[in-house]
């Protein structure tokens, strides 16, 4: 085979063994995109194929040769009827379809473990919330629902898994979230969809689909020493954060322990979620959200806390489930860093626990 | 009659192209500069956006060169931004959104509803000045250094994160918006007031409803692109945040105001096309076309419905969901009326006496690639498979398809059949056939696997990509030279027919419209006696028994 060239060669194994039309099916999702993919790309063959038919037959029976005089016909109010109702019926039943399809991309289940990513000019940063660490890569077990929380540090990025068919804009100041279950072992392209600047075309990666096991070998093996909520530990000690968020009787500031996910009155009326948009909010535009009862002297933390830090610390409110827990916290902050005796996991509830 | 063409041209022995036209009424430079006629304004708007079209298509050259190969050799991944950003501002804001309606429908709407000009010459002209304003502006920042921001300028990059000539290709952008804005407020004036004696909407060619549907837009919504880009400029200088997540702005916020212009802006590319299309059917046919009232109101729904579809841009930037719903929808909606024009243009041609002239090949051309184009909208339209194929390939196709495919087919159509009246000399017919039929297939071997390769994941904007996408690259780049041949090969024979092409009498296609039934190239005052419309739109009995009656007299 050496007589063919390189690129045809290329061409002849890459593209035709491996691809077809679509990337290899590596999610639970895919499946049901390419199903409506494949309706649509008939339907439109279909549709080409009645206009270019008409188009020719027509050509050839009325050309002027044939059919020296044309015969005028105002119009006929069926055959519109029918070509406006059978196009918009198609056309909804698109829209349908792919409406499901959407809210199943978007809507995460309960039990999805969740990743973070950060996009910036031009890297991705994973961070897993077991305190892994990864730039331009992405682990994933197969059979468990992966939640990722994108958000961007700079501009526009887009999060593109071809072979899972998901995609997600990571955007400045917001959290966005799409979930997949990645079904077939293998390495997937990892791509930036959107338009990011000079090195936009290589802010690329890999996904690497790991059986179960393997990937619990490959946590191990990633480890970093310290959980993403250790970090957050970390830094709302070092930010002093516990000066007022300390549980105290006289705080200046709301017990966090349990906040998240609750209900939260507001100063200025009306309640809120305390989800990760909301607390990310509260740590970076603290004036726009006092909770009721409280004086608005919470300083912004904008500029001072990197987007990883923000999530850091959100991962460590999420587990704080007691005010023995930051009582705890308030130790730390004597103690060198890395040398705290508390333990990953917080006691569940603060009755169990002695003081 | 058993002849297979419907050109009906003068004894070439002893026909003379009339002493007197718009053309030799008067001369020198200034006289063109200075001109308040309509016709005069359209060709030096069809002379400038033909260089603006050779300077974007010189671009996209470029970019199809770099993407030969998978690595990035040609040009650093900069110039490759700035040279697809370029590429997309001129192509949008100084050939799409211009060309058909700038220079065909400058020369021929007046012409159509028997006036002797548009209602506001002189704004006219003041159009095409700042269109020239604008379109230079943007050849000085070319010139300059470029900028890499992608058409879209989407911010917070274009406000905080890149240092090219945002501000200067903003202006240019800003002051062509106000050229449209104006050509679409004097269309639609001159539609309202202008109309000859008898000329009621309903007899009006549908080439004018494609117009007005489209002015519409022009009006409505390039003020608010204008906007947007007032704000980019103030947050870049000023920093006022209305676009900074750090101030309490939104970054999506840009998003919203630019597709609420650029969205509908798609239409105002595309409406005029089709009217071209239905005139090009109608004559080449012999027959009215096929459900004149659908035809007309689907232009009208378009403009309506294409307001409200623009958020179809931006499913996975995080919109809520139910918005995602609307916006769906919406855009399903806005696909049906397009789907109605192209059968009803299919059916004009069912018992007509079909001759195979060049703007009939282009409007075939058109129906078969915008069908193409309009459906994988519909892909797009549908939120669960925009997922997979937004920022791919996939929507590089599918608006090349709508936009090169569907405007600049019916671009060419038009040109060559109101060429005759236009210049009172016939291009020549062979060569141009032959042009037709190489830009089709260099079309479809340039952008067909363009949908592929967005199929196949590989995102858009990328100045290096992975090797197994090479293959489609290549064909890409090998089509993309067929195109450029097709595109060049009008160019050299329309300009040679201008000395040399034959000489083409008032009404050589046979056409019923009122631009056919006066001398080409017509009189600066488009008619010697007001025109009374006393027939409908594509009334071919009316117009043989005109030329019975001309022949009678004659004889």
Known sequence: MSHISPVIWQFLVKWLTNFALLPPEASKIAPQMDALLFFMVLVSLIGLTI????????????NKKRHPVAVQIEGSTLLEATWTIIPLGLFLMMFVWGALIYFRVYTPPANAMNIYVVGKQWMWKVEHPGGQHEINALHVPTGRAVQLTLISQDVFHSFSIPAFRVKREAIPGRYTTVWFEATTLGTYHLFCTQYCGTNHSQMIGDVVVMTPEEYRKWLVRSDSGASLAQDGERLFASLSCAACHNARPDARGPSLANVYGAKLALASGGTVIADDAYLREAILNPSQ???????????????QISEEGVIALIEYIKNLNSDYRIEQTLNTTDMPPGSEGTAPKAPATKGTVKP | MSTNTIVSLPDQSTARIPKDNYITRENGLLSWLLTSDHKRI????????????????????????????????????????????????????????????????????????????????????LSWYLYMAG????????????????????????????????????????????????????????????????????????????HYAASILMVLATPVVAIAIVLVAL??????????????????????????????????????????????????????????????????????????????HMFIMGISNYAVLVFSLLTMLVAVPS?????????????????????????????????????TGVFLGSSGTDIHLTETYFIVAHFHFVMVGGMLMAFLAGI??????????????????LAAVVTFIGFNLTFFPQFILGMLGMPRRYASYPPEFQILNVFSTAGATILGVGYLLPVLYLIWSL?????AGDNPWQATGLEWQTQSPPLTENFTVMPVMDHEAYDYEWLEEQQKKEAHRAG
């Open chain 2, 135 to 210: 379109g230079l502006l943007a050849l000085y920042t070319m010139a300059i250094g470029g900028v890499d921001t992608g058409w879209t300028f989407t911010t917070p990059l274009s406000t905080h994160y890149v240092n090219t000539n945002v501000l200067t290709t903003g202006l240019a952008v800003f002051v062509a918006g106000f050229s449209s804005i104006l050509t679409g407020l004097n269309f639609i004036v001159t539609i309202h007031k202008m109309r000859a004696p008898g000329m009621t909407w309903f007899r009006l060619p549908l080439f004018i409803w494609a």
């Open chain 1, 289 to 303: 959200h006092v909770t009721q009862g409280y004086a608005p002297i919470m300083p912004t933390y904008q500029g």
């Open chain 2, 339 to 375: 789907a109605i024009k192209i059968f009803n243009w299919t059916f004009t041609l069912y018992k007509g006496s079909i001759t195979f002239e060049t703007p009939l090949l282009y409007a075939f051309g058109f129906m078969g690639l915008f069908t193409i184009g309009g459906m």
């Open chain 1, 51 to 62: 206009v270019v038919l008409l188009v020719v037959s027509f050509s050839i029976l009325y």
């Open chain 2, 42 to 125: 359209a060709i030096l708007y069809l002379i400038s956006i033909t260089f603006f079209f050779f300077i974007g298509g010189a671009l996209a050259g470029l970019i199809r060169l770099e993407l030969l190969t998978p690595q990035t050799d040609l040009m650093a991944t900069d110039t490759y931004n700035k040279v697809f950003t370029m590429h997309g501002v001129i192509m949008v804001f100084f050939f799409l959104v211009p060309s058909v309606p700038a220079t065909l429908g400058n020369f021929f709407i007046p012409m159509m509803i028997g006036a002797k000009d548009l209602a506001l010459p002189k704004i006219n002209l």
């Open chain 2, 416 to 433: 060559h059949f109101w060429w005759p009246k236009m210049t009172g000399r016939m291009y020549p017919e062979k060569i141009s056939q």
């Open chain 2, 499 to 503: 000395r040399y092409g034959a000489i």
């Open chain 2, 235 to 312: 947050e870049r200088t000023l920093g006022i945040g209305v676009f900074d997540p750090t101030k309490g702005g939104d970054p999506l916020l840009f998003q919203h105001l630019f597709w609420f212009y650029s969205h509908p802006a798609v239409y105002i590319m595309i409406l005029p096309g089709m009217g071209v299309i239905s005139e090009v059917i109608s004559t080449f046919s012999r027959k009215r076309v096929f459900g004149y009232t659908a035809v007309a109101f689907s232009s009208v729904a378009i403009a309506v419905f294409g307001f409200f579809v623009w958020a179809h």
